[in-house]
Structure formats: C-alpha cells, structure tokens
C-alpha cells in the first residue's frame, strides 16, 4: 500500500485529492494545523479513513517528524495562502506560507528520504500580467500579486531541489479550478451562494467587483487527477493544467442567475472595494504538453460547473 502526505487536506484541493487517492488505495496521511478552532467540513465524511498529523509549514521539526510517521513515497504540497486579496493586506504572512513554506517541506524531505516524490501547487496567478496568450510552461512569469510572486519562488525553489538535489519535484501550474467546495471568499462560491440566497429570499443583492476580468475556469475535482498522474511519470517534469477556456466574471454571474430564471442585472451591485490594487485581466492555460504526456483532459464544461455550484449552495442553505 502506497502512503500519501497531504498538506492543506483540509481544502478545496485537498479534500478531492484525498478521495481520489483512497479509491486508489492508499494511505492517506494529511496534514492539518493546531488551532483553537478545527475547520474538517470538508473532510467530514473521510475522517475515519484518513490519518491527520499536526505539522505546520513555517515549522521545519513537525514537517520532519509527520513526514517521518507518514513514511509517504508521495508528498502533495497544496497548503498556502492562497486568497489573492488577502496577499496585499497580509504580504508577509503570504511570502512565509507559500514561498518558505515550500523551502521548508523540500529541506525536510531531502533531509529524511529524497526517493519521496514531490508535487508543488503552482498557480496561474505567476503569469499575472501575461506576456502572451495563452500560457504555457514556456511563458515568462510576471506576478500582480504578493500571492502570486510567492507563488514564483515556491515554483522556482521546486524546480531548484529537483536540479540541485536529483530529487522527484513536480510543480503543476493549476490555472482556476472551482467546485461546491470552494470558499465563499472566491468570487466563483461568492457568486454560487449569492444567487442562490437570492433565489431563495434570503438575500436581495448581490455585491461583486470586476465582472471583467477574465478566467480560464474548470472543476476541482478534474484537476487533482492531473496532479496524481504528474508524480506516476518516469522523469519529473512541470505541467500548465487548464481548459484553454476563458470566461469573464461576468459570463459566470450571467449564467449564474439563468440556471435559477433571474436577470443578474437586477441584483449585482459593483463594489469599488472588491476590485484589486493590480488588476490580472484576463488568463487563458494552454495545457496540450499535459494532454499529450499525461493523457489528461478536463470532463466538466464551464456551464455545467456553474450549474453544479449554484445547486449545490441551494441545496445547502435549504438544509441549514
């Protein structure tokens, strides 16, 4: 049995990957932090049969001792701060999570097993104010964000382990990817679940930043695949995974309130404060190295992913 280490289980990300890597019977290992409160919504329904370990990434020793318990040949780094907006206000804190948190789980493992085969989170944030369209792993960064700049040196210090240390470190440079599960603090959750209070009467408006910036949007749960298959390869190596689809916010609010029969117009509402100091305009991935490597592609379309997010938050607030 193959034992897997997951940091950030607890998320979006992390929760699929974890169901993914049960139906391939591993043994899942995750890492959580030590908090007052615990936050396992997610993964409710997996905690009999997952193993939880107290670590956190700005603490070198508990990185060292959970990967020493979990004995994992797999190691998926998918914890950070990961919310764009809060990068600016937190910018510090957002540099030690993502950018030395990684330095800190690839210091631990070349330190106690360099065979562990080892997956970076990067993100299509790094392209930023891109150089050309679409992106590929050729395309130069250019990072408008703190996110997105600690984003860059967690990329770069993977791909500097794997030269410097012949160790297996993969970065997939995950292009945005949604799902029922995505916090509500994601404009994509904030416009699921404001349509969906809307249409249940719970709400009256719906409050949004930028309608036009432009995404390349798909489904969480096809895009943890693409980084399981990423560590079964002979050689490591980098990856772009996206739909090579772009759609505005604005697109997706439209939709949105069409799968409830609405008119979006009458309830969004443009707020100033939400728009960001430096804008990415528009993302689009060109992800054909991954379709033809790894024989990945994405199954769920752009409109059934908005489909499936507004009922889900319907069905949610229902129940509650």
């Known amino acids: 049995m193959k034992h897997a280490l997951i940091t950030g289980i607890t998320g979006q990300d992390g929760s699929y990957l974890a169901e993914f890597l049960l139906s391939k019977g591993y043994k ?3 890492t959580v932090r030590r908090s007052s409160s615990e936050n396992f919504e997610r993964i409710e ?41 809060t990068s600016w206000s937190q910018p510090s804190l957002t540099g030690e999570f993502t950018a030395i948190g990684v330095t800190k789980m690839l210091e631990a493992i070349k330190l106690v097993n ?5 997956y970076q989170a990067s993100s299509s944030e790094m392209f930023g104010k891109v150089r050309e369209t679409p992106q590929n792993e050729l395309t130069p960064f250019y990072p408008r964000s703190p996110y997105g ?10 791909v500097n382990y794997r030269e410097s240390y012949d160790m297996y470190c993969v970065s997939g440079i995950l292009f945005n990817h949604e799902s029922p599960r995505r916090g509500k603090e994601f404009v994509t959750r904030r416009i699921s679940d404001g349509v969906a209070r809307i249409k249940l009467g719970m709400a009256k408006e719906l409050r949004l930043g930028n309608l036009d910036a432009k995404r390349d949007w798909g489904y969480a749960g096809d895009f943890i ?14 990856f772009v995974i996206a739909t090579g689809e772009t759609h505005s916010v604005r697109e997706f609010v439209k939709l949105a309130f069409k799968h409830v029969e609405l008119d979006w117009k009458k309830y969004v509402v443009i707020d100033k404060t939400l728009f960001r100091p430096a804008e990415v ?11 033809k490597k790894l024989r990945w592609k994405p199954n769920v ?12 938050d319907i069905k949610k607030l229902s129940r509650d």
């Open 149 to 158: 700049v600690a984003k860059v040196y967690g990329h770069y210090i993977t």
């Open 281 to 291: 305009h528009v993302l689009c991935g060109d992800a054909s190295k991954a379709r």
């Open 114 to 118: 360099r065979k562990i085969r080892f």
């Open 225 to 238: 695949k693409a980084m399981w298959v990423m560590l079964q390869q002979p050689e490591a190596d980098d």
């Open 28 to 30: 899942v290992f995750g």
């Open 301 to 312: 379309s752009f409109s059934d992913l908005v489909a499936m997010m507004v009922d889900a």
């Open 45 to 85: 329904h997996l905690r009999t049969k997952l193993h939880l370990l107290q670590a956190d990434l700005l603490d070198q020793l508990s990185l060292i001792e959970a990967i020493k318990e979990a004995e994992p040949q797999e190691i998926y780094n998918l914890a950070a701060q990961s919310f764009v907006p």
